[in-house]
């Protein structure tokens, strides 16, 4: 883009020698006469239909310069334009006046022993002032001027010989290419002006900049929108005594910054930092950027959603808690108006029961759906690294620590829900701290000394007997009560046979999908082994019984010889065919076993075909027995 410059020529061969150099030097200007008053009058002219830079000469640059608010380049009266003007005059008598502003006429003097004349500089201030200095002039004996178009033209009506200072092609072409110059760089600094003003205009944090003095200088939209006060009743005033909760005067006073601070401005509450501006090792001011805590909670809780997202949440619903069971569906039913309310949960129930399952459900329904779940197992986590995995670390909190610190497991559950698995596990010392957390709502990051807020639903669970651990001394009882608010207690499996037959066929469907195998074909016997074994894992257990049998077995037909070394021994025991044989049998069941399996050899003879037939079990796993419990005979 071109740069729009406008020639003011005091006179019209300045203008036509201007015309000469443009074309010859390829540069765009509007070029217009006019002389001091009559110049200035065009200049504003030339300004109004979007001139950026005028150039002129002499005084008639100095009155545009006074006159308007545009950069104003002057075409320069050299030395040499003044010696041929001066040589000129020489010829109408010996005595010259060089009539003209300062910036024109100084130094005239210099040339008087050089040319053989003597030469007065008589300065004006205004075109005003011409007709008297050069009418004084003529009564102090002055034969001849030498000046600019106007002191050239009064001069002859006075009678007087008059010699105009001409201007060459080289200055005005030097004049031309400053002024191009120099509208280049004032578009530039527009940009960056407009670019500056968008920035304080649009963004969401305060800003406000003081001068020398300690006054306001600068206030933005966001400023006056946070702290509720026009630009106006603050601008020009010190900032001591209107804004006295940000450290505008504190901080321009000692020159010492002072960062991410939690202050109360008029009615907003704030996070500022406000640093000192320093040009050439003095203050010379300071600024002071802040935001209300609210939008960056809001913030925060938009960067915790995307944490969420990464990986925190809840995968399963109360629709894929498959049961049949009374027991199970009033659990169910209690959990679903537990997820109304936002109490802390305390899940109980044995090993492989489902705990974390509940406890997703929970989340999924509900108002915290949309937040993280965050599941940490504390039985699993070494005691040396949970606490700053629960609670957070700063910087350099201890060797190894990652740089910039890191947010615990209830940072990032914030707005959400965390579940604390194996809680009975957690030391005592953490116990101390997670009932603190629980109650003022807030963390404390290890080697930090910030209190932290966060807005977390706590779901524990277990599988121990936290009455028994308090009266042990192993789990603090003021930690229990806090917990024990709404309690769910998960039945075993071994209580639920009516729901094995649901859960065979939901897991060894998601079994397949996952392993790509055919799914083995069980039949009713099957079944009954499943539902009278005990499953001291429970359905963590036959979900691992079931994978192997996917595995070994894809696409076959199950049978309980299959089930002997994929379940404990106890199963099969109870589903033998005992009738006729009256046996009364105490013990652990591996004691009962032995006793079935001895008296039915007694029975047979210790014929182990026979007992085999029996007990419906294959002789290889007679032999194992007899060998295990040392039945030589």
Not at 436 to 444: E, H, K, S
Not at 534 to 559: A, F, M
Request: net charge neutral; charged share 25%.
């Amino acid at each position: 883009m071109s740069a729009r410059l406008g020639l003011v020529a005091p006179y019209g061969g300045l203008a036509e020698l201007a015309h000469e150099v443009c074309r010859e030097l390829g540069l765009q200007a509007t070029v217009a006469v006019g002389d001091l008053a009559e110049g200035v009058r065009v200049a504003r002219d030339l300004v109004a239909r979007g001139i950026e830079v005028i150039v002129s000469r002499g005084g008639t640059a100095t009155a545009i310069g006074r006159e308007l608010d545009v950069p104003v380049v002057e075409i320069a009266v050299s030395a040499f334009d003044l010696v041929r003007a001066l040589g000129a005059a020489r010829t109408y008598g010996s005595r010259i006046g060089v009539v003209g502003f300062r910036n024109v006429i100084y130094g005239c003097k210099s040339l008087e022993e050089i040319l053989g004349v003597r030469i007065q500089e008589i300065e004006i201030k205004t075109e005003e002032e011409a007709p008297a200095a050069i009418s004084a002039a003529r009564e102090a004996g002055i034969q001849v001027i030498v000046g600019d178009a106007v002191s050239v033209r009064l001069s002859k009506e006075l009678g007087l010989h008059a010699i105009l200072v001409t201007s060459g092609k080289e200055a005005i072409g030097l004049a031309l290419r400053e002024a191009e110059e120099l509208a280049e760089v004032r578009r530039k600094e527009r940009a960056r002006a407009e670019q500056f003003k968008v920035i304080l205009d649009f963004t969401y944090e305060g800003i406000i900049a003081t001068d020398p003095e300690g006054r306001i200088s600068l206030v933005n939209p966001a400023a006056e929108k946070i702290l509720g006060v026009a630009e106006g009743h603050l601008v020009g005033r010190p900032a001591g005594e209107v804004l006295p909760g940000l450290a505008l005067q504190q901080v321009q006073s000692t020159g010492k910054p002072r960062l991410g601070e939690l202050h109360r401005a008029g009615s907003s509450l704030v996070v500022q930092n406000v640093v000192p501006v320093i040009a050439d090792g003095e203050i010379v001011g300071a600024v002071a950027t802040f935001q209300d805590a609210s939008h960056l909670q809001a913030v925060e809780a938009k960067v915790r959603q995307e944490l969420y997202l990464k990986g925190h949440v809840a995968q399963f619903t109360f629709a894929d808690m498959v049961t049949g069971s009374p027991a199970m569906q009033r659990v169910i039913a209690q959990a679903r108006e537990f997820a109304a309310v936002e109490g802390t949960i305390l899940i109980t129930g044995e090993t492989g029961t489902g705990k974390e399952m509940l406890a997703q459900s929970i989340h999924n329904a509900s108002r915290r759906r949309n937040g993280p779940f965050v599941a940490v197992n504390c039985a699993a986590v070494p005691e040396s690294l949970l606490e700053s995995e629960l609670f957070g670390y700063e910087e350099g909190a201890f060797t190894g620590a990652r740089k910039g610190g890191k947010k615990g497991y209830f940072e990032l559950a914030h707005r959400g829900t965390l579940f604390l698995d194996e809680i009975g596990e957690l030391p005592l010392n953490l116990q101390a701290r997670l009932l603190r957390v629980l109650q003022q709502r807030a963390v404390m990051r290890v080697g930090g000394d910030r209190v932290i807020p966060v807005d977390v639903r706590i779901i524990a669970a277990t599988h121990r007997d936290l009455e028994k651990a308090v009266r042990e001394g192993s789990f603090r009882q003021d930690l229990y009560y806090r917990l024990n608010v709404l309690r769910l207690s998960l039945p075993p499996l071994r209580q639920r046979g009516e729901d094995i037959p649901h859960l065979v066929g939901r897991l060894v469907d998601k079994i397949c999908r996952r392993t790509g195998r055919l799914p083995p074909r069980m039949g009713p016997e099957i079944l009954r082994v499943f539902q009278h074994y005990p499953w001291p894992g429970n359905v963590r257990e036959l979900e691992n019984v079931l994978e192997r049998l996917v595995v070994l077995r894809s696409g076959l037909e199950v049978t309980p010889e299959d089930l002997e070394d994929l379940l404990d021994a106890r199963g099969v025991v109870e589903q033998v065919d005992t009738e006729g044989l009256k046996l009364e049998v105490r013990g652990t069941l591996n004691d009962m076993e032995k006793a079935i399996i001895c008296a039915v050899l007694e029975e047979t003879g210790y014929n182990r075909q026979a007992t085999c037939r029996r007990l419906g079990i294959s002789p290889a796993t007679l032999w194992r027995r007899m060998k295990a419990w040392g039945i030589a005979k």
